[in-house]
Nanobody, 126 residues
């Protein structure tokens, strides 16, 4: 079992920045793939970014490429999502997800992840 706790959400104006954090704990084996997803009201949950823990490979959804950066701490138990140039369409609940297997080409699929955090809200005003 893996516990994921997100933090760092908030409200910003368009063009602003936020950094989300996801701390993983209570695991026997460190997760190998950790990702960020988001879900806006009335929409499906979508993958935003993922990182292969230990390997360092990163993956991004097209809408956030060049604006968001996913990274990990030295121990690999905390993952960050640095978000710049935020847009109103980035408004959503952001969720951290983790899986025991390394990230694959289907990293953005909800079904790829076993463990989920409770989410942190991001609101971007025009």
């Amino acid at each position: 079992q893996v516990q994921l706790v997100e933090s760092g959400g908030g409200s910003v104006q368009a063009g602003g920045s936020l950094r989300l954090s996801c701390a993983a704990s209570k695991y026997t084996y460190r997760p190998k793939c950790m990702g960020w997803f988001r879900q806006a009201p009335g929409k499906e949950r979508e993958g935003v970014a993922a990182i292969y823990i230990g390997g360092g490979s990163t993956y991004y959804a097209d809408p956030v490429k060049g604006r968001f950066t996913i990274s990990q701490d030295t121990g690999g138990s905390t993952v960050y999502l640095q978000m710049h140039s935020l847009k109103p369409e980035d408004t959503a609940m952001y969720y951290c997800a983790a899986d025991a297997y390394r990230c694959s080409a289907t990293w953005s699929a909800v079904d790829e992840y076993t463990y989920w955090g409770q989410g942190t809200r991001v609101t971007v005003s025009a």
